[in-house]
C-alpha cells in the first residue's frame, strides 16, 4: 500500500510540475509544491503544514523562504495569536493558483 501511496504522490507532484512548466512557471521542489497545496486546501499555519507533512516548522519555514521571495505566498500575522504567522497564496500568484487548483481537480 505504501509503495502505491508513493508512486502516486510522485506521479500526482510530477504532473503538477509539468503542468506549471508548462505554463513558463520555474517548477518547484516538491516540499514547495506540496506547501502550495496545503495552503490551497486550507491549511495556512506553519506548524500545520509540517505537522500534516511530517516536517518541522523550520523546514517548513525554509522552504517557504523562497516561495515568499518569489511572491507566490505571503505571510501574515494570525489575527487570533500575534506570535504566529500564517501563509496564504498572494494575489500575484491567481494564475499559478488556478493552475494548481485545476490540475488537483482533474
Known amino acids: 500500500v505504501m509503495a502505491g501511496l508513493t508512486r502516486a504522490l510522485d ?3 510530477n504532473s503538477l510540475q509539468n503542468v506549471v512548466a508548462s505554463h513558463g512557471y520555474q517548477p518547484f521542489h516538491r516540499t ?6 496545503h495552503i ?3 491549511v495556512d499555519s506553519p506548524a ?8 518541522t516548522r523550520q523546514n517548513v519555514h525554509h ?3 523562497t516561495l ?3 511572491g ?3 505571510s501574515l500575522p494570525d489575527p ?4 504566529r504567522s500564517l501563509y496564504r497564496l498572494s494575489d500575484r500568484a491567481s494564475e499559478l493558483r488556478g493552475i494548481a487548483l485545476e490540475t488537483m481537480r482533474d
Open 11 to 13: 506521479w500526482f507532484d
Open 32 to 37: 514547495q509544491s506540496m506547501i502550495i497545496m
Open 40 to 42: 490551497a486546501l486550507g
Open 48 to 55: 500545520e503544514i509540517a505537522r500534516e507533512m511530517g516536517l
Open 63 to 65: 522552504m517557504a523562504k
Open 68 to 70: 515568499l521571495q518569489e
Open 72 to 74: 507566490v505566498i505571503e
Open 80 to 83: 487570533v495569536d500575534p506570535r
